[in-house]
């Protein structure tokens, strides 16, 4: 019976396998492991950047770089005056998926929100900077500027890149 029970004990210790090791919630991670997301996220940023160049050529509608990574149909946009931190805007947006499928049904929608004092995608809030009242544009963000790698835990997946149709109101 003894050795029935050992060999029992043995066994359960054979076949479990060691559980890999992961840092705590707001942990950090070593240097290969750092070099790994560095070398992934690169490397998606770079695909995704030629699939919406791909993506742009197929469109009627130009789209232009800006110097944040992102693109935008209009082209002088990045040549008006740019808004300080402090001044006030009202704004919506609307967020759809490479495919033109809207993801959330109402708008994002903000009133009278400060420049520096709001958190917001940073090319919506690098466009926002530029646009006038009643402006309305169309940015193309990859998901690195978007919601990145944990997406918006609701409609938006890891990874994706996205179509934002935003209006100064």
């Given amino acids: 019976m003894k050795r029935i029970f050992l060999f ?19 942990g950090f991670l070593g240097e290969k492991e750092m070099a790994d997301s560095k070398n992934r996220t690169k490397n998606l940023n770079l695909m995704e950047r030629q699939q919406i160049q791909e993506w742009i050529k197929m469109q009627d509608e130009k789209f232009y770089p800006m110097n944040m990574n992102y693109w935008v149909n ?17 704004y919506q947006y609307d967020i759809y998926d490479f495919d033109k499928v809207k993801l959330y049904e109402t708008p994002k929608e903000n009133i009278n929100v400060s420049f520096g004092h709001f958190e917001e995608l940073k090319p919506v809030e690098d466009a926002l ?24 835990q609701d409609k938006i997946p890891n990874d994706m890149p996205l179509i934002i149709k935003l209006k100064v109101l």
């Fill in 8 to 26: 029992s004990i043995l066994l359960l210790m054979g076949c479990m396998q060691q559980a890999p090791s992961h840092p705590p919630v707001g």
């Fill in 129 to 152: 900077r530029h646009m006038n009242k009643n402006q309305e544009v169309i940015l193309l963000i990859p998901s690195a500027l978007g919601f990145g790698t944990y997406g918006d």
């Fill in 74 to 90: 209009d082209s002088e946009l990045q040549n008006n005056s740019r808004k300080a931190d402090g001044e006030m805007i009202s």
